[in-house]
């Protein structure tokens, strides 16, 4: 007797299908603080595929600032912004920002996906044109596809097809759209020269943040600080405060006007519950940290060029990435899944990147690094490297029945 349901019948194959090209995702349960050494599915690792970049997800500090505030807050925040839920923990976390930005005004969203999904939404739509690097994160190319506006994806950072393009469009209201640290290579945009090219068209320029904002520039204010963008240059400027900031949530930041109006029309943000205080609040400590403990960001910086030195000796093959996203490109995706399958044998937890996040042929290790990790840990790494690599290319079947579970993706 078949028990499946017409839903589960339709559903089945598309799953099969994925399952029989290598690109099936499982989840694995982490059992410990998010900080090098992890505990996932019982198991001790090394973790080098964390987003925790300054090492504050599990700081002291912002664990007992939350913990403050929830004694005073309580935990949810019971409405949205607009309702009954902007406690002066969020008030005061969005002047801190937009202090530390440089900004007229910052906005809280409780994540980034939502916080492009409404900038995006709010400020174009029919009639207009919406520009996105080919490589851009998921949430800003489906805010393009989702406003309505015409959508257009350009080379990755190259300026002359995006002039091309913006020679062409007839468009009322033209917004480009960038990740300002691209988070499956770790390159950069080239920010002042997409903002020269903005201006020089009467477009708008938006920088997604996300793997920047903390990490760049000499106080942590991110690629806005580390290319001396200003307010007019980079209108619209997304950061998220889960990775470098180690919290929760997101924030767009800009004119006072620009806020008004996503105050007004950006509905991820009008019918959404507020973050809870306490994360607010905790990150107002996070922020406190980013710009008093610069050693972080320059041990950080160590880390990357000590690992990239030691890559090169053994040949991988890196991305033009001087951040913290440091991927080794391999691109089968069962080689690379056998690669991170006999690292996790060796307890290093890396995660195999694979279609569709990135193209076909281009699967890779996204390797991450935290402040928090040392460089005998970065040597750890590269010795394992060494050897699995090594193994491969002695033997690929020995390499990929390694593991019987499927690594972290």
């Known amino acids: 007797m078949n028990n499946q349901s017409a839903l589960d019948q339709a559903l089945i194959p598309a799953l099969a299908e994925r399952k ?9 349960l982490l059992e410990s603080p998010q900080t090098p050494n992890v505990i996932v599915d019982g198991k001790n690792y090394l973790a080098f595929c964390s987003n925790d970049y300054l090492g504050l997800a599990n700081h002291p500090d912002v664990i007992s600032a939350f913990k403050n505030a929830a004694n005073n807050f309580g935990i949810g925040s019971g409405a949205s912004h607009l309702v009954a839920g902007h406690s002066q923990e969020h008030h005061a976390l969005e002047e801190e920002i937009a202090a530390f930005t440089g900004r007229d005004r910052a906005l809280l969203f409780s994540t980034g996906y939502m916080a492009n999904l409404g900038a995006i ?6 009639g207009d044109a919406v520009f996105e690097d080919r490589l851009n994160h998921a949430s800003l190319l489906d805010g393009g596809l989702l406003s309505g506006a015409r959508f257009q994806r350009f080379l990755h950072n ?14 009322n209201r033209k917004l480009i759209v960038v990740d300002g640290v691209f988070s499956m290579d770790g390159d950069c945009a ?10 020089k068209n009467n477009a708008w320029l938006m920088v997604d943040d996300a793997h920047g904002f903390g990490c760049l520039g000499k106080n942590g204010g991110g690629s806005a600080e580390h290319f001396g963008l200003t307010q007019n240059e980079l209108p619209i400027l997304m950061g998220t405060l889960g990775k470098a900031f180690g919290t929760f949530g997101a924030f767009i930041a800009g004119s006072e006007t620009l806020i008004e109006t996503l105050i007004q029309f950006a509905r991820p943000y009008i019918y959404t519950t507020a973050m809870p205080p306490a994360i607010a609040a905790a990150t107002r400590v996070s922020l406190r940290l980013v710009q008093t403990e610069s050693w972080r960001r320059e041990h950080l910086q160590q880390l990357i060029t000590h690992f990239r030195e030691g890559a090169e000796r053994l040949g991988l093959q890196l991305t033009n990435s001087t951040t913290p996203i440091q991927p080794i490109i391999v691109g089968d995706e069962v080689k690379t899944l056998a690669i991170s399958a006999a690292l996790a044998e060796r307890g290093i937890l890396i995660v195999a990147i694979r279609p569709p996040t990135v193209a076909a ?24 490297l060494a050897d699995i690599f090594f193994q491969w290319s002695l033997s690929p079947l020995t390499l990929s029945k390694s593991m019987e579970r499927p690594p972290i993706d």
């Open 20 to 28: 029989a090209a290598n690109l099936y995702r499982a989840r694995h």
């Open 121 to 126: 939404t709010a400020l174009v739509g029919q």
């Open 158 to 171: 190259d300026l002359d097809n995006l002039q091309t393009r913006l020679q062409k469009t007839e468009a």
């Open 190 to 199: 080239p920010l002042p020269e997409l903002a020269a090219l903005a201006q």
């Open 361 to 384: 042929g281009s699967s890779r290790l996204r390797i991450t690094f935290s402040a928090e990790h040392t460089l005998t840990q970065v040597d750890d790494l590269l010795s394992a």
